[in-house]
């Protein structure tokens, strides 16, 4: 067996390979140590065979213990160490042992979705610990897992969970569907698969959702939604969805009826400010002035006195400030990125403010903008709506407020055309879902 490993593998230098002797017979074993648990493999395998060896009580731990089972195929043998398991070779028939090591032994708190009132546990990267997550908090014996794989060369595992009951069928056939076309090298990240499986490339906005809380999960899962949990990722992807449930946060189910009402609101309302307000600026300063009160035309008109260039240029100016804000914060080490966005923020809008390239009302609408897009729970939702944003201004150049106003009827048309795994994408109440 070892020869084999040896030359499938090419004898790398990480692989541990050693042949025992306990002066009865000997016994072959092999297995990545960076990859197997060595105190399993030491305690199952190691010390039973040299220090308290009973032939026919190691015969039956080997035959009889769930821990161990038979590779008769030497194709597999590399698979399996790949995979963190150990291969012993005894009596000339070769078991594999389930000696995988785990990297995380507790959950994580939650970074991404922020919880203040309810749970604070989140995904990890371990696919055993989150699937443990989602039965801790959906336990019932009608949620059905199915194991599956993708990566040509990654091999990497993913779980499908849905309750059997309450799950819709047409969504569950055309995910397995899109799942037999996924043809991918490496598979390292949720939102990697989430983009084969929603088409990302032709779609506005996301028709998945990717959640890092194993609560959202377990609500998803009652209602009749799919979760997928990936090895090697912190986040499950869930589907269908819909528009209204990217605007919603755990946290609203943790408050009180009315107060997550109005929260849930003053999202809608950051949401359109966000997507809406730079048009709406260029076309009311460059076209439809007579949509504010005089006085207030003029105190406009008045900050825009020293601009030099017509507001579209304004608008760009600002918004690619604020753009490029937005990314050093993300990219820059997480103990200086807010204070530099922050900063970077006040200095660059005051400055440009003071020198005429900006008025002090554009100052206004970018903060609003930039505010309101966080508003946002989902991540992926808000890039979709910082994107859409431009598509208004570049009408507003052309259209004025007759631009913006088509615009969001187009954008409005569209999502009621969407639909996420064959469910409309803005329905409100589906047949059969629970809430």
């Not at 598979?187 to 084969?196: K, P």
């Not at 946060?249 to 609101?265: S, T």
């Amino acid at each position: 067996m070892l020869d084999e490993v040896k030359r499938q593998l090419g004898n790398p230098a990480d692989l541990t390979a050693q042949l025992l002797n306990n002066g009865y017979t000997q016994m072959e074993f092999c297995f990545f140590a960076s990859m197997s648990d060595i105190n399993q493999v030491k305690d199952a395998v190691v010390v039973p065979f040299s220090y308290r060896f009973d032939p026919r009580e190691f015969k039956r731990m080997l035959e009889g213990s769930p821990a161990f089972v038979k590779a008769d195929d030497s194709q597999e043998w590399v698979a399996m160490l790949l995979r963190g398991c150990t291969l012993i070779e005894y009596e000339g028939v070769v078991y594999a042992m389930q000696a995988i090591r785990k990297m995380q032994t507790q959950p994580e708190n939650t970074e991404v979705e922020a919880s203040l009132q309810g749970p604070q546990s989140a995904f990890t990267e371990d696919l055993d610990m989150n699937t443990n997550l989602v039965r801790l908090r959906y336990n019932l014996p009608t949620l059905t897992v199915e194991k599956m794989e993708k990566g040509d060369s990654s091999k990497t595992r993913f779980m499908i969970l849905y309750d059997r009951d309450k799950v819709d069928r047409k969504p569950l056939e055309e995910l397995h569907q899109r799942l037999d076309k996924v043809q991918i090298k490496l598979l390292q990240a949720a939102g990697q698969l989430a983009m084969y499986l929603g088409n990302s490339r032709y779609t506005m906005f996301p028709v998945t959702m990717q959640t890092e809380r194993p609560d959202r999960v377990a609500q998803f899962l009652e209602r009749g939604k799919i979760a997928i949990l990936l090895d090697g990722s912190r986040f499950a992807i869930t589907l269908p969805v819909r528009f209204f449930d990217f605007m919603h946060a755990m946290d609203d189910d943790y408050e009180p009826y009315w107060m997550g009402r109005v929260i849930i609101l003053f999202r809608y309302i950051g949401m359109l400010l966000s997507m809406t307000l730079p048009a709406l600026y260029i076309a009311v300063t460059s076209y439809n002035p007579e949509f504010f009160r005089v006085q207030l035309a003029f105190s406009i008109d008045g900050s825009r006195a020293a601009v030099p260039y017509p507001a579209f240029i304004e608008v760009f100016i600002m918004l690619f400030m604020i753009e490029a804000l937005i990314e050093a914060s993300i990219r820059l080490p997480r103990f200086v990125g807010s204070t530099a966005a922050t900063v970077g923020g006040l200095i660059l809008g005051q400055a440009a403010q003071q020198a005429g390239l900006v008025s002090s009302i554009m100052i206004i609408v970018t903060s609003v903008v930039a505010i309101s897009n966080f508003v946002i729970p989902s991540s992926s939702f808000s890039y979709s709506i910082r994107a859409l944003k431009y598509v208004f201004v570049v009408m507003s150049i052309f259209y004025g407020m007759v631009g913006v106003i088509v615009t969001m009827f187009l954008v409005i048309v569209y999502l009621c055309h969407l639909r996420s795994f064959g469910q409309p994408y803005l329905s409100i109440y589906q047949p059969g879902e629970n809430r």
